[in-house]
């Protein structure tokens, strides 16, 4: 009997909290947040920019970048491109588009990229990081991604992912 008062109980507690949440909710004001634009709404705008500016650079990677960040990687590559054409040496540049030529399967394009980049500025670090993923993780050089992954380290021994940076290096090197 004992067990059915205390389920009983049990049961009240949990109905009556759950009211008193959905009290509590109701209360809360509401705002109103506007949405951001739609991704192809922006991509449009970019579009647009670069038809009035074919020279701009910035306006080239801007498009590009939105065109990554939708996951339209052949179509990024093509205004990554046309910003390298106007600065051949922007390492941010080329390390995109390498990701976006990775998103693609176009490992060894990828590869081109990221080691363009690290000729320019050998101390870029993305560089080294993402051209370790493509060579352990797409082309299964282990030895070689580890080799890039250390760098990337030795360059930023404190970044943020450090520690899954060396989680990394670790299964590789089994």
């Not at 020279?55 to 939708?70: H, Q, V």
């Not at 996951?71 to 390492?91: G, M, S, T, W």
């Not at 990221?114 to 352990?136: C, E, M, T, W």
């Amino acid at each position: 009997m004992k067990k059915i008062v205390s389920s009983m109980i049990m049961l009240l507690l949990v109905v009556t909290l759950g009211c008193k949440q959905r009290q509590e909710q109701k209360q809360q004001p509401v705002t109103y947040t506007p949405a951001a634009p739609p991704a192809q709404m922006q991509i449009d705008q970019l579009q647009q920019a670069t038809k009035q500016s074919p020279k701009s650079a910035p306006a080239w990677i801007d498009l590009g970048n939105a065109l990554m960040d939708s996951q339209r990687f052949a179509e990024a590559i093509d205004a990554y491109d046309k910003a390298l054409a106007l600065e051949p040496k922007n390492v941010n540049v080329l390390v995109d588009q390498g990701t976006c030529y990775r998103g693609i399967g176009k490992f060894d394009k990828a590869v081109e990229q990221y080691q363009k980049a690290i000729k320019i500025d050998p101390g870029f670090p993305n560089a080294h990081r993402n051209l370790g993923v493509v060579l352990s993780a797409d082309l299964h050089k282990n030895k070689e991604g580890i080799k890039e992954f250390q760098r990337y380290l030795e360059i930023l021994p404190n970044a943020s992912d450090a520690e899954s940076i060396r989680q990394s290096i670790r299964e590789l090197s089994k």
